[in-house]
Structure formats: C-alpha cells, structure tokens
C-alpha cells in the first residue's frame, strides 16, 4: 500500500490551499475593488443628468423662479435612471449649488 501524500502529493494540497487562498482574497478585496469603479461611473452618470436636467430648467425658468420648481428636475432625473427620490434630490440640490 502507497503512502496518500507521496509521490506529489503534498504538491496537489498546497495547491488546492493556495488556490482556497488565492478565491479568499480574490473575494474579500480585489471584487469589491471593481466594483467601486463601476459605481463611481454610475454617479458621473447621474450627476450629468442632474445637471442637464438643471440647465432645462434655467432655460424654461430664464430668471430666479426655476430654483422653485426642483422637483421638476428630480422627476426627471428618477424617470431616466430609476434611482431613489432621496438619491435624485441630492444630485439635483448638488447640481443647483454648482450653478
């Protein structure tokens, strides 16, 4: 009868540990790394609309009475991206104080 961990086969189980390994910390750091990224992107995308959706405002509105009619723009900004009311609001409120 052979020994289970001759020939290699303490090769084939620090490989199996490493790859554990590799998955772990693959998991826990480098996946939530990307996915910072991907969400940084999603809020230029709607700090853009915000913004245009502003700009739509200020040319509607031509004097001081398009900053009443905010909600205008947040409705705008949820019916193109699908984002919360509270998140809307934000990025609307942001892009009026830049203005």
Same mark, same amino acid.
């Given at each position: 009868?052979? +020994?289970?961990? *001759?020939?290699?086969?303490?090769?084939?189980?620090?490989?199996? #540990?490493? /790859?554990?390994? #590799?998955?772990?910390?693959?998991? !826990?750091?480098?996946? +939530?790394? /990307?996915? #910072?990224?991907? %969400?940084?992107?999603? *809020? $230029?995308?709607?700090?853009?609309?915000?913004?245009? =959706?502003?700009?739509? /405002? %200020?040319? !509607?509105? +031509?004097?001081?009475?398009?900053?009443?009619? /905010?909600? $205008? =723009?947040?409705?705008? #900004?949820?019916?193109?991206?699908?984002?919360?009311?509270?998140?809307?609001? %934000? *990025?609307? !409120?942001?892009?009026?104080?830049?203005?």
């Amino acid at each position: 009868m052979e +020994p289970i961990l *001759a020939d290699g086969g303490w090769l084939g189980i620090l490989g199996s #540990v490493a /790859l554990t390994l #590799v998955g772990f910390v693959a998991n !826990k750091y480098i996946i +939530p790394f /990307l996915n #910072v990224g991907r %969400r940084k992107k999603y *809020a $230029e995308y709607i700090a853009a609309i915000a913004e245009e =959706a502003i700009d739509e /405002l %200020r040319t !509607k509105y +031509p004097d001081k009475t398009w900053l009443e009619h /905010l909600q $205008e =723009a947040i409705e705008v #900004v949820i019916s193109i991206t699908g984002i919360d009311a509270d998140i809307a609001a %934000r *990025a609307v !409120k942001a892009a009026a104080a830049r203005r």
